[in-house]
């Protein structure tokens, strides 16, 4: 019998919210510490279409890493296992935006959702479309079925311009021959994919290709086949939480990833998705609110791979 999730997502939206002054909003990016921390929404999306929704889940906010999951999915479908000569699949145990273990090895990044990570990828889709950031938004309109998506340029030119880190992490890769375009092209792409926006129902949506085994539920278009579509879970479970990655599992056991605009997408394989997102973050940059959410939810449901 199909599960009705709505009291659950309405119970949810009330205990978190005095989570929501407790987290902090991303600064680092200018443009991102304008927006208010008291926000939340929470939208599930279950594979026969059904959709429930909660608190400000229409609202569009800045998916910023979350876009790795689907330039990842972009890549890993045209590339297939080439991708992995250019990029590891371990967590890194590092905060997302670490230089020092892309010293030590070489220029090759742990995994494709730190930012060195999604550099190399965003270098791979580069070389496959004349541009990259253009194509990975068709592709997230397509899986989002919403044609509306769009970069956000005020949070693009933000970010392009206090990007040091990430210009610093590129250089590092091109020095050890594993970006082949210009740096300067590669970051502007990449602010680009970071900026794009998408509210929770849309997010919920876009996702759902992974929890059917690869393939968009409403019309049956294969994205992925199914080897590589657990692959792609099986990533986002160890490293789409940053170095949380354990203590996500421990507490939520769902595959997931996260960005600093305080999205997380999370899915339960075979039967949904689920979009959170509140702007306050943890220490390890990920929402203090959404995490709780996405706990809640399991626990309450028993819905999770364990
Ligand atoms: N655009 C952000 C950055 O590169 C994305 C980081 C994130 O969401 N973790 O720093």
Redesign the pocket.
């Known amino acids: 019998m199909a599960i009705n999730y709505q009291h659950i997502l309405d119970s949810i939206c009330e205990e978190v919210k005095d989570l929501l002054p407790k987290g902090k909003v991303?600064d680092?990016?200018p443009q991102l510490s304008a927006v208010s921390p008291l926000q939340f929404g929470i939208a599930v999306y279950c594979l026969d279409g059904r959709t429930y929704t909660a608190g400000n889940a229409h609202t569009r906010f800045s998916t910023?890493?979350?876009t790795k999951l689907f330039a990842l999915a972009l890549a890993f479908s045209r590339e297939g296992d080439k991708i992995w000569s250019r990029v590891g699949r371990e967590p890194s145990g590092n905060p997302?935006?670490s230089l020092s273990q892309l010293e030590y090895e070489q220029g090759i990044p742990r995994n494709p959702f730190i930012?060195a990570g999604?550099l190399v990828i965003h270098d791979i889709l580069a070389a496959r479309f004349v541009q990259a950031d253009i194509a990975l938004l068709q592709f997230m309109r397509m899986l989002a079925r919403e044609p509306g998506l769009d970069f956000d340029r005020t949070v693009a030119a933000s970010?392009h311009q206090t990007?040091h880190?990430?210009y610093a992490i590129a250089h590092l890769m091109k020095d050890f021959g594993n970006l082949h375009n210009p740096v300067e092209d590669i970051i502007y792409g990449?602010?680009r994919q970071?900026s794009i926006t998408m509210n929770c129902v849309e997010l919920a949506r876009a996702a759902s290709f992974l929890s059917n085994h690869g393939s968009i539920p409403w019309d049956g278009t294969r994205i992925l086949d199914y080897s590589s579509s657990k692959r792609l879970n099986a990533l986002m479970l160890t490293c789409g939480t940053?170095d949380a990655a354990g203590d996500f599992a421990y507490r939520v056991g769902l595959p997931a990833k996260?960005?600093?605009?305080g999205g997380i997408v999370a899915l339960v394989p075979g039967e949904l998705t689920i979009a959170v997102w509140s702007p306050g973050l943890d220490a390890a940059?990920n929402s203090l609110a959404g995490v709780t959410a996405l706990e809640r939810f399991t626990t309450l449901t028993t819905r999770s791979i364990f």
Do not use: K
Not at 258 to 261: E, I, K, T
């Open positions: 991303a680092y990016i910023q890493s979350v997302f935006n930012n999604a970010e990007a880190r990430n990449y602010c970071c940053y996260s960005g600093v605009g940059g």
